[in-house]
């Protein structure tokens, strides 16, 4: 246990979690899921989960299941001391950081397979994750039971696929998902954006810039032309390898070739070792989307 600004407490294990939240069954839990190495875009979601319920809960997870094979799990930046110190400064009730053992105690003898929205965009080179994140999500909606979980729309097909299982599987919790952070440039927070040398992390802005280029022109030209616009932005502006340039609908992830409903334009880059994710939500009316709720109750 942790004394900092406010009482937070650490709880390590599921034993600990079901006796705290065992007395506060009558309060609104807001629940912010993380994998740690926290920065803005976490807080932003804290803060706003603080706002919103009686009783926050955050988690720090690195969830092992859904990295795949040759992905980063066993360099992805673990620093909890410095997270704590940052949590402390906001008034978070518990912060769950489980062992591995304690939420995969043995080998799981099922999947949970999303089989829609998941075989697009990152599902092309990361088939397994979005599994993984369905599986690590459904267990801890199933131990924290929160009235609302938050969610970054940086990670916007992950927020798509949490909106296919809560809906399907009705999991009685709200999801929010909160406007992407990022720096004074317009770069993405992003927990990997620690992998970048200084002159890519002083590029890396440009992903941005060039999704903006490509809503300006939402209106005027076929989705195939705006694609290919911010290609063309991308390949002048920054010396990364593009894995895809997407318009979609969103949250269903199907081809559109209008703006008659809402779509995202989402872009992935492998710049040195770091694969950047990100992207823009524009509505039907071609304004960009701020915060998405989905509350299926
Ligand atoms: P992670 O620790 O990367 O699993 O992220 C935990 C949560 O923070 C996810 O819901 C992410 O979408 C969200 N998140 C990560 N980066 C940002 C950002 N730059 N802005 C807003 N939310 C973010």
Redesign the pocket.
Known sequence: MSKGLYDMEIIRTLKQLNEKLANVQSKSVGF???????????L??IEKARIENDLLVVSIFVNPSQFGPNEDLKTYPRQEGADLKLIELIDVDFVFIPEVSEIYPREMGMEITPIKRTAVLCGQTRPTHFAGVAMILIKLFNLVQPTRA??????AQ??AVIDLFVTDLNIPVEIIG?????NQRGL????RNAYLSEIAYNQAHQIHAALLAGHKEIKNYTFERIKLIILDDLSKRINAKVEYVEILSYPELEDINELSEQIIIAVAIVYESARLIDNIIIHSDGTLAQEIRRNIQ
């Open positions: 912010v899921p993380t994998m740690g190495a926290l920065h803005n875009g976490h932003s979601l938050y969610f970054g729309l940086k990670d992950q927020f909160l406007p992407t952070v990022r993405a927070l992003s927990s």
